[in-house]
């Protein structure tokens, strides 16, 4: 296939760890335990000689942010999403085929508490946890708004602060992880379909892999680019966390945004904010769009790098993925002591300031050839 070929040779090989950097890796995510892009993840991790588990809920929990729920009953009452264990199968358990995989009936961050304190002590022998990734998700977490709904930075959050119930998923199961010291990262794709892992498709139209396979490679190398540049002890400074945003990729159809490029990008700044808004006909409430007037509280830059461009224009504006990273100190002011986590994940992740700003429209034609050139098409 080209995108491995391709790709592979190019960036991934050159990113594989080596037996002194391979990582310890917990994966979890708000879709459950046999999604489409949790196994794809999972699958390239350890083709790249990370030692991966997951540990995720059986079923879709999306949208639970970092709240904080443990099962009552100690048998499932209904089978699991895609059918994997049946109704009366226990709450937490391994995968039938794989024992490195766990679900537990429970919301995200429970997941991660459950992965930390019950699996890594009991059946990893207290190995310690290099990192905590989250994802990928169905669908991207772009601005402080969804940032703060998504069960995805949920995950990964526990590590650090008790007060994180309204984050998104993805990047609350990154908190759940901060919260203890762990290193996490929450991952979001555009291709928001819900798939199981057995409707991941060996070809596609466009001869490139399936959307969940690209996303996981990209994904694994971020974190292949963090064990290469990081410190093996802690690969990210304490309260220091990393959200990642991929566009939807189109393979399935064609090869207009096969290998997004990631760029450093501030989470504010062009960000989406929720409105309620009433259909006079049905007489119900659904979701609407602020204004960009409505949305200026959520877009004002105040800590971080404010020369950054924000994560939802960079992904809304054509085949890019964002990097983010925030703390969990919400106060997080720009100061002597912070981090610099730039440095860490360079040269994959792309650093473009406000300077730079003016000529992206000449940089993003030299993207696309750039990236069509990797997978010889240009």
């Known amino acids: 296939m080209r995108f491995l070929s391709s790709y592979c040779l190019t960036v991934a090989l050159a990113l594989?760890?080596?037996?002194?950097n391979a990582l310890n890796i917990i994966v979890n995510n708000d879709d459950g335990f046999g999604s489409a892009?949790?196994?794809?993840?999972?699958?390239?991790?350890?083709?790249?000689?990370?030692?991966?588990?997951?540990?995720?809920?059986?079923?879709?929990?999306?949208?639970?942010?970092?709240?904080?729920?443990?099962?009552?009953?100690?048998k499932l009452t209904a089978p699991s999403e895609h059918d994997i264990v049946p109704a009366g199968a226990p709450s937490f358990e391994t995968d039938p085929n794989d024992s490195y995989i766990w679900y537990y009936n429970g919301t995200p961050a429970v997941c991660t508490f459950f992965a930390l304190d019950y699996v890594v002590p009991n059946y990893w022998n207290g190995t310690k946890v290099d990192l905590l990734v989250s994802g990928l998700n169905f669908g991207d977490n772009l601005g402080p708004f969804l940032y703060t709904l998504s069960g995805t930075i949920g995950a990964t959050q526990v590590l650090y602060y008790p007060t994180t119930r309204h984050l998104p998923t993805d990047?609350?199961?990154?908190?759940?992880a901060l919260e203890r010291g762990i290193p996490g990262i929450g991952f979001s794709g555009g291709n928001d379909a819900q798939r199981g892992y057995k409707e991941v498709n060996a070809t596609t139209k466009s001869g490139y892999p399936d959307p969940a396979t690209i996303d996981a490679q990209l994904s694994v190398d971020i974190v292949n680019q963090l064990a290469k540049n990081g410190n093996l002890e802690q690969l990210l400074t304490y309260g220091y966390g990393i959200s990642v945003n991929c566009p939807e990729i189109t393979s399935l159809t064609d090869s207009s945004c096969v290998n997004p490029p990631f760029f450093q990008t501030h989470m504010t700044g062009g960000a989406d904010i929720d409105t309620a808004v009433l259909n006079e006909t049905t007489g119900l409430f659904d979701y609407g769009t602020a204004t960009a007037a409505q949305s200026r509280g959520a877009n004002?830059?105040?800590?971080?790098?404010?020369?950054?461009?924000?994560?939802?224009?960079?992904?809304?504006?054509?085949?890019?993925?964002?990097?983010?990273?925030f703390t969990m100190d919400y106060n997080a002011p720009k100061c002597?002591?912070?981090a610099n986590v730039r440095p860490l994940l360079q040269p994959l992740v792309q650093f473009?300031?406000?300077?730079?700003?003016?000529?992206?429209?000449?940089?993003k034609r030299s993207l696309r050839r750039s990236s069509r050139a990797r997978f010889g098409q240009a």
């Open 16 to 20: 594989l760890p080596t037996a002194s």
């Open 37 to 74: 892009d949790i196994r794809e993840f999972y699958r390239i991790l350890k083709a790249a000689r990370h030692n991966t588990w997951i540990v995720a809920p059986v079923d879709n929990q999306s949208r639970k942010g970092g709240t904080k729920v443990f099962t009552t009953e100690a």
């Open 171 to 176: 990047i609350l199961l990154s908190y759940a």
């Open 300 to 325: 004002v830059c105040i800590n971080g790098d404010c020369s950054l461009p924000g994560e939802t224009v960079v992904v809304n504006g054509g085949c890019y993925s964002s990097v983010s990273v």
């Open 336 to 338: 002597a002591g912070r």
């Open 352 to 363: 473009q300031n406000s300077t730079t700003n003016s000529t992206a429209s000449s940089k």
